[in-house]
C-alpha cells in the first residue's frame, strides 16, 4: 500500500486529502456499531439515526439553512445531481446549461433530450466563466431549469450563480447549482441565495468520505424520487414517502461514511469555511504567480485567483499532459489529474480537447512548501 508520506497529494479536485483528524476514527468506531438508521428501533439503529441527525443539522448549520430535512444524503455529487436533473425534467422542458458542466450533469441532460427535453448550452469564454446574460437570454416559455456549475473543475473559474439564480427565481425558473468543487471551500448561503437545488459531494470540499454526497432541496421543488423503496418510515403503505428527507433516501443509508462525514462538517464549522477560502485563494496566487514565471507553461482559467476555485489546469508546450503527471509523480512524488477531468466541453471551451490538460487542486491541508515543491518540478519539466 502507498504511504500518503510519501507524496505530496495536489489532487483534491478529484476527492480530498487528508482528511480532518478524527474523521478515520469515526468511519471506524461507526463500522463496529453502525445499526440499520431509522429502521429496527434498538439502541444500535438509533444511534445510527442520530449520526444521520447530528451530520444533517452540521449540514444546514454550514449552509445557514434552518431546516436540516431538506439535506437529502446521496452516494456523491452525481447521485444528486441525477436526482435532481431526472427528478424534475419532463418531456417538452427546456434546460438552459453551460459548456464547461461535468458529465454528471451533461450525461443525464443528453439522456433527457431523447425523452423530449431540449437542451441549450450556453458557451463559456476563453477563461472557462459564463456570461450571465447569456443564459438568461437562453430562458424560454418552456423553460424549466437553469444548471450552472459553481466552479468549473477543469478552468477552475467561478460562475456568477448569484446573478443566474435570481434571475431564474425573478422568472419562475428552477436553478440548480453543481457545487461538486466549492461546498466546503467557499461560503454558500442558502438563506440568502434563492437556489432551488444544490448538488455537492460529501468526500472533496467537505473533507468526508468518499460514497458520500448530498442534495438540497428548497421546499416547494416537485422532484419525484429516481429510487423508491425502504425508509424506514410509513412502512404501512406501499407508496412511497412524500416528505423530506425520506421520500428521496430508500434504503440502507452510507451510515458509516456520513458518522466520518459529520466530524468533517464540525471541523469545517470550527474552522470556518471563510478563512479556509483565504487559505486556498492565497495558495492558487502562489500557484499563479509561480507559473506565470516558468517558460513553456501554460495556464487556463481567470488570472485573478479570487475568480477562482482551488483547481488550476496547465499544459507544458510541446508536452502530452499525461506524460508531465506522471513525470511529476514519478520524479518528484506529486500526484494530480492530467486528462479530460470528465468534462470534456470544458476542455473544447478552453480550445484543450481531446489532449486534456494538468490539473493542480491544492486543499485545506496544503503548504505553501508543497506548492513551492510542485513549481519546482513543474519548472524542471518544462525546461526539458
Ligand atoms: C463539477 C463536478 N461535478 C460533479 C462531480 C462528480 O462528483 P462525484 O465524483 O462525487 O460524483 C465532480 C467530480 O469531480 C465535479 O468536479
Partial sequence: MPNTKDYIYLDNAATSLPKPPGVAEAVAGAICRAGNPGRSGHALSIGSARDLFTARERLAELFGFRDSSRFVFTENATGALNQAIKGLLRSGDHVV???????????????????????????????????????????????????????????????????????AHARGVFSLIDAAQTAGAFPIDLSTLPVDLLAAAGHKGLLGPQGTGFLFVREGVPLVPLI?????????DDHQPDFYPDCLESGTPNSVGIAGLSVALAWLLKKGVDGIRAKEVALVSELLEGMRRIRGAIVYGPEDPSKRGCALSFNIEGADPGEVGRRLEREAGILLRAGLHCAPNAHRTLG??????????????????EIGKFLSAVKRIAAG
Avoid at 464547461?100 to 427535453?117: D, I
Fill in 228 to 236: 423508491e423503496g425502504g425508509t424506514g418510515s410509513r412502512s404501512e
Fill in 352 to 369: 484543450t480537447f481531446p489532449q486534456g490538460t494538468v490539473r493542480v487542486s491544492p486543499g485545506p491541508f496544503t503548504t505553501r512548501r
Fill in 97 to 167: 446549461t453551460t459548456s464547461v458542466e461535468h458529465n454528471s450533469v451533461m450525461r443525464p441532460l443528453r439522456r433527457l433530450e431523447s425523452a423530449g427535453v431540449s437542451v441549450t448550452v450556453v458557451p463559456a469564454d476563453a477563461t472557462g466563466t459564463v456570461d450571465a446574460a447569456g443564459m438568461i437570454a437562453a430562458i424560454r416559455p418552456e423553460t424549466r431549469l437553469l444548471a450552472v456549475t459553481h466552479a468549473s473543475n477543469v478552468a477552475g473559474a467561478v460562475q456568477p450563480v448569484e446573478t443566474i439564480v435570481r434571475a
